[in-house]
């Protein structure tokens, strides 16, 4: 982890145009992949004034540097394809080699997506089995910073390969791996998560700023810093504690146990910090899409509330950014999970599902594949999948089943409610009936409810409620879900 402050950042900077040789961003390397279909971005440093020469599969660009050394060149966008060779010129000579044209998809949020493929299921035979050359992911190292950076500390591009794939992010990976299965398409990853970080930290100072009804953040970050010397030093005891209890396990010949998690880590829980730091550098890269695994560090009490518009107002932010439209961004939505009192896991489902509000999104529900007792499920397998399936019918136009049902509407009848979805072909459920469903009066006391499905609807009742007018599905941390479509895909659960 780095944190870049305003002074060494600017000293960074100074130290690059110092150095007169022209210089290529991080993401910049071997092995990258270039987003097909859109125009080749090249950028870098290099000398004030100093003539730079991009060349690029037969095309050839030029520019100057401007009096900070600045530098931008576009090339015509290309087909997929490669591996090619890319050059850039100037008073030195910088020659990328394996560069492949493809789609290149972000792949951000907190622990979930961070999980390496190296702890999924099935680990050992998975890794071995990537060998696809296709693949090839970026992986940018945790770094916060006050304000919006050009580049960022990363590892190089890396092939997939037995060698190098357990270092791979598991949903990524498993993303790409069902993509593939379906084209010849090269697909690039750019890794950039950090666990147990909140959507705050990955939304724009500018975002955040400019609405009113998201100032809770910041109070929020207040509370935080005002308790900030205590804090820090109650998690030096702690640490302290815990490499005692290392060096002990060590010298005992037994495994050291795990270095204790807390909030907020060298600032990473900051506004905007994690945008600033991993994602902004990244922006003037073209992609195909971003898939997105986070909320567990906003489903408390203090913050799940404002999740919605939040989250909403993140991806905006983001598609604002990288100047390339509503791109698809697709979003899993939490896993089951016993996740103990205080939590507000379903209402935070319950804002995940409203984001399908915007254009070009699309969801991966994971509400029945989860691990109960381990907020870090292992079937990483499905999540990928199940992304795959929505990147290919929002990103590449396929006419397949992407989704489980969406709950649309609700019409009274009687003492029982009809709901209606979207995505609800084959409506079917794992039991008799499907549970999981609950429905209230005026008072909102929730009942449990008998429903049987009727077609592409769900028929909910309770003798305990004979004027229904609210009803729920899966309003649980660890959820009853077993109401499926065609498509083998869960319904999400929902408030009405």
Wanted: proline fraction near 7%.
């Amino acid at each position: 982890m780095r944190i870049l402050p305003r002074a060494a950042a600017l000293a960074l900077a100074a130290a690059s145009i110092l150095a007169a040789e022209v210089a290529l961003p991080s993401v910049f390397s071997d092995h990258m992949v270039i987003q097909r279909g859109l125009p080749v971005h090249v950028w870098g440093r290099a000398a004030a004034g100093e003539a730079v020469l991009v060349e690029f599969h037969g095309n050839t660009g030029a520019a100057k540097a401007d009096d900070l050394g600045f530098w931008s060149v576009y090339l015509p966008p290309e087909t997929a394809g490669g591996p090619f060779d890319l050059t850039v010129k100037a008073a030195n000579r910088i020659t990328l080699r394996d560069v492949l044209i493809g789609d290149v998809w972000v792949a951000s949020g907190q622990s979930n997506m961070e999980f390496a493929l190296a702890g999924a299921n099935n680990a050992k035979a998975e890794i071995a089995a990537a060998t696809d050359s296709r693949i090839r992911a970026f992986r940018v190292h945790n770094t916060v910073a006050s304000h919006p950076m050009d580049d960022v500390p990363a590892d190089p591009w890396e092939v997939a390969a037995p060698e190098t794939a357990g270092r791979f992010s598991a949903v990524a990976y498993f993303f790409a791996r069902s993509l593939r299965e379906k084209n010849d398409v090269p697909i690039g990853i750019l890794e950039s998560y950090w666990g147990g970080t909140p959507a705050e930290a990955w939304t724009s100072l500018d975002a955040l700023s400019s609405d009113a009804s998201l100032m809770p953040v910041f109070a929020s970050w207040a509370r935080i810093n005002n308790g900030a010397v205590r804090t820090g030093l109650r998690r030096k005891m702690q640490l302290d504690a815990w490499q005692s209890e290392a060096e002990r396990a060590k010298a005992e010949g037994k495994n050291p146990p795990p270095r204790p998690w807390a909030p907020n880590e060298d600032d990473c829980w900051s506004p905007a910090g994690l945008f600033n730091a991993m994602i902004a550098p990244l922006t003037p890269f073209p992609i195909r899409g971003v898939i997105w695994y986070q909320g567990e560090s906003n489903a408390s009490e203090e913050r799940a509330s404002l999740y919605a518009h939040l989250f909403q107002t993140m991806i905006q932010d983001w598609r604002r950014a990288w100047k390339q439209g509503d791109f698809p961004f697709l979003f899993v939505q939490l896993a089951n999970f016993n996740a103990g009192a205080g939590s507000r896991w379903p209402e935070l489902r319950d804002a995940q599902r409203q984001a399908l509000g915007l254009k070009n999104t699309g969801m991966a529900s994971a509400v029945d594949i989860g691990d109960p007792e381990n907020i870090h499920p292992k079937n990483k397998q499905d999540v990928g999948a199940r992304l795959a399936l929505a990147a290919r019918a929002i990103a590449y136009s396929e006419h397949i089943e992407y989704s489980g049902p969406i709950f649309r509407q609700a019409i009274r009848e009687g003492d029982s409610l009809r709901l209606y979805f979207d995505h609800a072909e084959g409506l079917k459920s794992r039991k008799p009936e499907p549970g999981g469903f609950e429905i209230a009066g005026a008072d909102r006391k929730f009942q449990s409810a008998r429903a049987r499905i009727d077609g592409a609807t769900v028929v909910v009742s309770s003798a305990s409620v004979p004027d229904p007018v609210f009803v729920r599905y899966a309003w649980l941390d660890n959820p009853e879900a077993d109401l499926y479509n065609a498509a083998d895909l869960p319904a999400s659960p929902f408030r009405y």
